[in-house]
């Protein structure tokens, strides 16, 4: 610690921070403008001056200057005012001063200042300089003659979103922020909107609807996807008036601008019972009554076994573990599973045979009556943590690592707070990047390695990377112990590095490189998404990461671990929470010692249950296991399971469906009786983001004619006999929360993981397949994937905000291709596959090698799944429509 | 966009944000200007932000981001022109031209600019065309100038 005295006062302070920081720890104001708490400091504008000795004679930039023991600040003075005047004043000569019909008033920053620093008039003229505002740009609107050229926006743009959009242009007295083009085109975070001092850009969802002064604020999770970012909810007379977030301003698009998706009128806003064939309106007790009846008849006739539940990661903690609680502790069945088996269950088996399943051991609790959302359990001395869980990186740590490899995932859309977090490692000197991906994506700009491999050829990739690392250390050890790694190194003798190489179209001496970044690296953090986890052959992918990390990755090292992307707002929730066939609540086995205290006398039945693919195979084959009855909480299993037209024919055989959705999907369409739920703010709730961070959810909007999952659950099951009655969701977190030792320490905004549970980590290195072929001769290899202004198919629907950024979803190929098949941008392209066809608009992508093209996969239209098999990867023609 | 003239310059350099300005200056030689097009191929080719481009390319004064005309109009506003008459001139030329100043008529023939001092005072107020010089030049005489250069 430092000892130094800001106006007298004795202030002990952090090395390393600058005195702005130490003086806004302590509550003692200097004004600043350049300055933001989530940037690096430039100390350009100079308003935060002040006296510093020992020092030299003229004042110092609070902001850019570092504490130092003995240090005597002074942060008002005579001199000191009269010198922020002054610049207060050139600042104010080319300001607009447009406050009365400015957006920012009430909160603008400079409004604050001249108040603060009592500026008198402004006694100076000069030549003005004005430039039009841009009204055209896309939810984003710019006044740059309000702009204070703090260089703010321009830093956080390039420097944490990375996109670079917008600059200073005509540098000199007449210095204005521009995009170099008109209309902007950019990634449309409205991150810079947040971080503007002043009202030189503007929300356009927020322009004119109220005062800063008028909204009442809520703090909440964002449902939008699995990042996990808080931000404040804007209201006025109970209507959403903007999405807002003053710490960090970081939020991607969806999760700023998506929210009018709420009042879309897709939304279903009554319960639908099927009635000759029909799905009608129904009033709750109507279709509850029906839904009870329904299902009961198929397991009176059948047995407990007939029912299968699908949960959902767009559904709270709360809800999920209802629903897993009904099949075990009412049904004493397993029969459960969730949509994210397709992807993110294959990364949680592959790390559970390299790390082993999470556990902890003597936590202290449960103590009685911990604050909501917070776990009875705390960490003590002795407590101990093991399994996979302590191998998962947390978002605040990633900017820490002083390496990174991010394979098979486009890393933005996938999930824009890691890109954030990469955005942040980049700008230590020291930071490497490897980018591996068969197409280019947003990072190569900044790798020190590239690899552009054929689709689907990532296992050879890391098996390439890992024979490297082992050629140039032969004496190469993993960090933690481990098992079966002379085994491991056999069966990477299966080929050459040459082989590797030319088998997965990379260079060696690219495999070469990257594999001496990875060596060398003190803290390498390994990012992989969703676009490598959906292939067939996706837990093989996993594993081959988890092995990498167990040969290079320093655990506990902070920034050193993996990131899975874990897609949707609770994907890693869902999974947690026990909606797995195999899995109890905490990830536990049906056969833990923990087990049988779950549900009072009820045991949990040891047979797993089958997986949801599964699921399907024995409605094909018309097995007497297969289910009768589905309860669905949301997923939209039509859109999200591959060969559509397949789940089609099998969903058909089910006999009787409860969907609990938002709005009418193509699932909900097939259903007997659909329960329309909350989403968003509509509800309160728990989340678990992909890094593990525990995020809550507020009931700031009331819930027209809809219900939250949570008391759907509680009415059908009681309805079903099994009697379930809570207060509020809290009460829910509470009850499982006793019963996951794993989760100790755990409060919202804490990360799972990362509560200071002391891990003891051990690892078995699990050879891969490395066959790697796709089937089939088309001549195009389709890789199905995320865009950015969308997650899931939740942002598809009208007037969510992002839909004016990217309406529909085009099929994009590389130009020289398109030229080939004679398609322009814009034109009309049948893509063809063994399983079917889509009808889609062309773009073009530089950035696609030769015989790939991309095709997102959240639109209705064109219907991605009904091209696949059982992966996202699938051969294809593509002709002229 | 003409591919195979802008690799005539591209391929002359390694590809390496450094190259920007060099590259900038070649094709503002080669075009007259910095087209939109071809500034988006430099940002892709040479990794440098689009952004930065423009940054760039407005602050100095030699590149264009507009096509010039096939002549250049120069008025001078300097101290002497100015009293001179020399904004009478560029107001003639606007609306003959139908033209703003730092513009390119529709037809592309001409580009009016305003110049600081030309250098020749004593013969105020001053225009140029191209490389030539027009001296004491009056409104009246605009039309016989632009007349010599109207195709
Ligand atoms: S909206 Fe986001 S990407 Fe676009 S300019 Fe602003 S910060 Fe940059
Ligand atoms: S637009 Fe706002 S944030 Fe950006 S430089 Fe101007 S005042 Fe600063
Ligand atoms: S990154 Fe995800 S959690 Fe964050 S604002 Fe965007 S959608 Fe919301
Ligand atoms: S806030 Fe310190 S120089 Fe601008
Ligand atoms: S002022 Fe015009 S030539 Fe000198």
Same mark, same amino acid.
């Given at each position: 610690?430092?000892?130094?005295?800001?106006?007298?006062?004795?202030?002990?302070?952090?090395?390393?921070?600058?005195?702005?920081?130490?003086?806004?720890?302590?509550?003692?104001?200097?004004?600043?403008?350049?300055?933001?708490?989530?940037?690096?400091?430039?100390?350009?504008?100079?308003?935060?001056?002040?006296?510093?000795?020992?020092?030299?004679?003229?004042?110092?930039?609070?902001?850019?200057?570092?504490?130092?023991?003995?240090?005597?600040?002074?942060?008002?003075?005579?001199?000191?005012?009269?010198?922020?005047?002054?610049?207060?004043?050139?600042?104010?000569?080319?300001?607009?001063?447009?406050?009365?019909?400015?957006?920012?008033?009430?909160?603008?920053?400079?409004?604050?200042?001249?108040?603060?620093?009592?500026?008198?008039?402004?006694?100076?003229?000069?030549?003005?300089?004005?430039?039009?505002?841009?009204?055209?740009?896309?939810?984003?609107?710019?006044?740059?003659?309000?702009?204070?050229?703090?260089?703010?926006?321009?830093?956080?743009?390039?420097?944490?979103?990375?996109?670079?959009?917008?600059?200073?242009?005509?540098?000199?007295?007449?210095?204005?922020?521009?995009?170099?083009?008109?209309?902007?085109?950019?990634?449309?975070?409205?991150?810079?909107?947040?971080?503007?001092?002043?009202?030189?850009?503007?929300?356009?969802?927020?322009?004119?609807?109220?005062?800063?002064?008028?909204?009442?604020?809520?703090?909440?999770?964002?449902?939008?996807?699995?990042?996990?970012?808080?931000?404040?909810?804007?209201?006025?007379?109970?209507?959403?008036?903007?999405?807002?977030?003053?710490?960090?301003?970081?939020?991607?698009?969806?999760?700023?601008?998506?929210?009018?998706?709420?009042?879309?009128?897709?939304?279903?806003?009554?319960?639908?019972?099927?009635?000759?064939?029909?799905?009608?309106?129904?009033?709750?007790?109507?279709?509850?009554?029906?839904?009870?009846?329904?299902?009961?008849?198929?397991?009176?006739?059948?047995?407990?076994?007939?029912?299968?539940?699908?949960?959902?990661?767009?559904?709270?903690?709360?809800?999920?573990?209802?629903?897993?609680?009904?099949?075990?502790?009412?049904?004493?069945?397993?029969?459960?599973?969730?949509?994210?088996?397709?992807?993110?269950?294959?990364?949680?088996?592959?790390?559970?045979?390299?790390?082993?399943?999470?556990?902890?051991?003597?936590?202290?609790?449960?103590?009685?009556?911990?604050?909501?959302?917070?776990?009875?359990?705390?960490?003590?001395?002795?407590?101990?943590?093991?399994?996979?869980?302590?191998?998962?990186?947390?978002?605040?740590?990633?900017?820490?690592?002083?390496?990174?490899?991010?394979?098979?995932?486009?890393? @933005?859309?996938? &999930?824009?707070?890691?890109?954030?977090?990469? +955005? /942040?490692?980049?700008?230590? !000197?020291? %930071?490497? *990047? #490897?980018?591996?991906?068969?197409?280019?994506?947003?990072?190569?700009?900044?790798?020190?390695?590239?690899?552009?491999?054929?689709?689907?050829?990532?296992?050879?990739?890391?098996?390439?990377?890992?024979?490297?690392?082992?050629?140039?250390?032969?004496?190469?050890?993993?960090?933690?112990?481990?098992?079966?790694?002379?085994?491991?190194?056999?069966?990477?003798?299966?080929?050459?590095?040459?082989?590797?190489?030319?088998?997965?179209?990379?260079?060696?001496?690219?495999?070469?490189?990257?594999?001496?970044?990875?060596?060398?690296?003190?803290?390498?953090?390994?990012?992989?998404? @969703?676009?490598? &986890?959906?292939?067939?052959?996706?837990?093989? +992918? /996993?594993?081959?990461?988890? !092995?990498? %990390?167990? *040969? #290079?990755?320093?655990?506990?090292?902070?920034?050193?671990?993996?990131?899975?992307?874990?897609?949707?707002?609770?994907?890693?929730?869902?999974?947690?929470?026990?909606?797995?066939?195999?899995?109890?609540?905490?990830?536990?086995?049906?056969?833990?010692?923990?087990?049988?205290?779950?549900?009072?006398?009820?045991?949990?039945?040891?047979?797993?249950?089958?997986?949801?693919?599964?699921?399907?195979?024995?409605?094909?084959?018309?097995?007497?296991?297969?289910?009768?009855?589905?309860?669905?909480?949301?997923?939209?299993?039509?859109?999200?399971?591959?060969?559509?037209?397949?789940?089609?024919?099998? &969903?058909?055989?089910?006999?009787?469906?409860?969907?609990?959705?938002?709005?009418?999907?193509?699932?909900?369409?097939?259903?007997?009786?659909?329960?329309?739920?909350?989403?968003?703010?509509?509800?309160?709730?728990?989340?678990?983001?992909?890094?593990?961070?525990?995020?809550?959810?507020?009931?700031?909007?009331?819930?027209?004619?809809?219900?939250?999952?949570?008391?759907?659950?509680?009415?059908?099951?009681?309805?079903?006999?099994?009697?379930?009655?809570?207060?509020?969701?809290?009460?829910?977190?509470?009850?499982?929360?006793?019963?996951?030792?794993?989760?100790?320490?755990?409060?919202?905004?804490?990360?799972?993981?990362?509560?200071?549970?002391?891990?003891?980590?051990?690892?078995?290195?699990?050879?891969?397949?490395?066959?790697?072929?796709?089937?089939?001769?088309?001549?195009?290899?389709?890789?199905?994937?995320?865009?950015?202004?969308?997650?899931?198919?939740?942002?598809?629907?009208?007037?969510?905000?992002?839909?004016?950024?990217?309406?529909?979803?085009?099929?994009?190929?590389?130009?020289?291709?398109?030229?080939?098949?004679?398609?322009?941008?814009?034109?009309?392209?049948?893509?063809?596959?063994?399983?079917?066809?889509?009808?889609?608009?062309?773009?073009?992508?530089?950035?696609?090698?030769?015989?790939?093209?991309?095709?997102?996969?959240?639109?209705?239209?064109?219907?991605?799944?009904?091209?696949?098999?059982?992966?996202?990867?699938?051969?294809?023609?593509?002709?002229?429509? | 966009?003409?591919?195979?003239?802008?690799?005539?310059?591209?391929?002359?350099?390694?590809?390496?944000?450094?190259?920007?300005?060099?590259?900038?200056?070649?094709?503002?030689?080669?075009?007259?200007?910095?087209?939109?097009?071809?500034?988006?191929?430099?940002?892709?080719?040479?990794?440098?932000?689009?952004?930065?481009?423009?940054?760039?390319?407005?602050?100095?004064?030699?590149?264009?981001?507009?096509?010039?005309?096939?002549?250049?109009?120069?008025?001078?506003?300097?101290?002497?022109?100015?009293?001179?008459?020399?904004?009478?001139?560029?107001?003639?030329?606007?609306?003959?031209?139908?033209?703003?100043?730092?513009?390119?008529?529709?037809?592309?023939?001409?580009?009016?600019?305003?110049?600081?001092?030309?250098?020749?005072?004593?013969?105020?107020?001053?225009?140029?065309?191209?490389?030539?010089?027009?001296?004491?030049?009056?409104?009246?005489?605009?039309?016989?100038?632009?007349?010599?250069?109207?195709?």
């Amino acid at each position: 610690m430092i000892n130094l005295t800001i106006d007298g006062r004795a202030i002990q302070a952090e090395p390393g921070k600058t005195i702005l920081e130490v003086a806004r720890e302590n509550g003692i104001f200097i004004p600043y403008l350049c300055y933001h708490p989530a940037l690096k400091p430039i100390g350009s504008c100079r308003i935060c001056v002040v006296e510093v000795k020992p020092g030299p004679p003229r004042p110092l930039p609070a902001c850019a200057t570092y504490v130092a023991e003995g240090q005597e600040v002074v942060t008002a003075s005579p001199r000191l005012t009269a010198i922020r005047q002054e610049l207060m004043k050139l600042v104010l000569i080319n300001h607009a001063l447009e406050c009365p019909i400015c957006d920012k008033g009430g909160e603008c920053e400079l409004q604050e200042l001249t108040h603060a620093l009592g500026v008198p008039e402004v006694d100076l003229t000069a030549i003005p300089a004005t430039s039009p505002p841009d009204y055209e740009s896309l939810l984003v609107e710019r006044h740059t003659d309000r702009c204070v050229t703090c260089g703010r926006c321009v830093r956080l743009c390039r420097d944490h979103v990375g996109a670079m959009a917008i600059n200073f242009m005509q540098r000199g007295y007449f210095t204005e922020l521009g995009s170099g083009l008109l209309p902007l085109d950019c990634e449309f975070c409205g991150s810079c909107i947040d971080i503007c001092p002043v009202g030189a850009l503007i929300n356009k969802q927020f322009k004119y609807r109220a005062r800063a002064w008028e909204v009442t604020k809520t703090e909440m999770v964002c449902p939008f996807c699995g990042g996990g970012c808080t931000y404040e909810l804007h209201l006025k007379d109970g209507e959403i008036m903007r999405v807002y977030n003053g710490e960090t301003a970081l939020l991607c698009g969806r999760g700023r601008f998506g929210w009018p998706v709420l009042s879309s009128p897709e939304r279903l806003r009554t319960p639908l019972v099927r009635v000759n064939g029909e799905l009608k309106e129904a009033t709750w007790e109507e279709a509850l009554t029906a839904a009870a009846g329904g299902l009961k008849a198929v397991l009176e006739e059948a047995g407990p076994g007939a029912l299968y539940g699908v949960g959902s990661p767009r559904a709270t903690n709360e809800a999920n573990y209802l629903f897993q609680k009904f099949f075990r502790a009412g049904l004493g069945t397993n029969n459960l599973d969730n949509p994210a088996r397709l992807h993110y269950v294959k990364a949680l088996s592959a790390l559970g045979q390299v790390f082993g399943w999470p556990e902890v051991k003597e936590a202290d609790g449960p103590h009685p009556k911990p604050p909501a959302y917070t776990s009875p359990f705390t960490v003590k001395e002795d407590t101990k943590g093991s399994g996979f869980t302590f191998v998962l990186g947390f978002l605040e740590e990633l900017p820490r690592a002083d390496a990174a490899l991010i394979l098979g995932a486009d890393l @933005t859309p996938e &999930l824009p707070p890691l890109g954030w977090g990469v +955005n /942040a490692a980049r700008q230590k !000197d020291d %930071f490497k *990047l #490897v980018v591996a991906n068969p197409r280019g994506t947003k990072f190569d700009r900044w790798a020190t390695v590239s690899l552009r491999y054929k689709p689907g050829a990532e296992r050879l990739v890391v098996a390439g990377l890992m024979k490297a690392l082992l050629t140039a250390k032969p004496d190469l050890a993993p960090a933690v112990p481990a098992q079966g790694f002379e085994e491991f190194k056999e069966s990477l003798k299966k080929f050459s590095l040459k082989e590797y190489a030319s088998r997965a179209g990379v260079e060696v001496a690219d495999l070469e490189a990257a594999a001496a970044i990875l060596a060398q690296a003190q803290a390498p953090a390994i990012l992989f998404g @969703t676009e490598l &986890l959906s292939q067939d052959k996706g837990d093989m +992918n /996993a594993l081959a990461l988890a !092995d990498l %990390f167990l *040969l #290079v990755g320093k655990p506990g090292t902070p920034g050193s671990a993996l990131y899975p992307v874990a897609d949707k707002a609770n994907t890693r929730g869902v999974c947690e929470l026990g909606v797995l066939p195999d899995r109890l609540p905490g990830l536990l086995p049906l056969d833990s010692p923990a087990a049988p205290a779950f549900w009072g006398d009820k045991k949990v039945a040891q047979q797993p249950g089958p997986t949801l693919l599964e699921v399907l195979d024995l409605l094909e084959q018309d097995a007497p296991e297969a289910p009768r009855a589905l309860w669905a909480l949301g997923g939209d299993l039509l859109r999200w399971l591959p060969n559509r037209s397949r789940t089609e024919k099998l &969903l058909g055989k089910v006999k009787f469906m409860v969907v609990q959705d938002a709005f009418r999907t193509d699932t909900a369409k097939l259903a007997d009786v659909v329960l329309p739920v909350a989403i968003h703010a509509e509800q309160e709730g728990s989340f678990i983001s992909s890094t593990g961070r525990l995020g809550v959810l507020k009931a700031a909007l009331t819930a027209d004619g809809v219900l939250p999952d949570w008391q759907i659950i509680c009415r059908l099951a009681s309805a079903l006999g099994v009697p379930m009655s809570y207060r509020n969701p809290a009460q829910i977190f509470a009850e499982f929360a006793r019963q996951i030792p794993l989760y100790a320490g755990l409060a919202p905004k804490k990360a799972v993981g990362k509560t200071g549970i002391p891990a003891e980590l051990k690892g078995t290195f699990v050879p891969f397949d490395l066959d790697i072929s796709l089937p089939g001769r088309r001549p195009f290899t389709l890789i199905i994937g995320k865009v950015l202004q969308h997650s899931g198919s939740y942002t598809t629907h009208e007037p969510c905000g992002t839909l004016v950024v990217t309406p529909e979803g085009a099929v994009s190929l590389n130009p020289e291709d398109a030229a080939q098949l004679e398609l322009k941008a814009g034109d009309k392209a049948r893509v063809i596959s063994s399983h079917g066809e889509v009808e889609a608009k062309v773009a073009l992508d530089p950035l696609l090698p030769a015989g790939v093209a991309f095709l997102p996969e959240h639109f209705a239209q064109p219907a991605a799944q009904m091209l696949t098999l059982n992966s996202n990867l699938v051969r294809v023609s593509i002709q002229k429509a | 966009m003409d591919a195979a003239r802008l690799e005539a310059i591209l391929s002359r350099y390694e590809g390496e944000p450094y190259d920007l300005i060099p590259v900038l200056q070649e094709i503002q030689d080669n075009y007259g200007y910095l087209p939109k097009d071809e500034v988006k191929e430099v940002a892709r080719r040479l990794n440098v932000p689009l952004t930065q481009i423009y940054s760039v390319a407005t602050f100095y004064k030699m590149f264009s981001l507009i096509p010039k005309g096939r002549h250049q109009v120069k008025v001078c506003l300097g101290t002497t022109c100015h009293l001179k008459g020399g904004p009478r001139l560029v107001d003639s030329l606007s609306s003959r031209l139908g033209v703003e100043v730092g513009y390119t008529s529709k037809d592309g023939q001409f580009s009016l600019e305003t110049v600081g001092c030309l250098g020749s005072c004593a013969q105020a107020p001053v225009m140029m065309v191209d490389d030539k010089y027009f001296a004491r030049v009056t409104v009246d005489k605009v039309p016989k100038i632009l007349k010599l250069y109207q195709s």
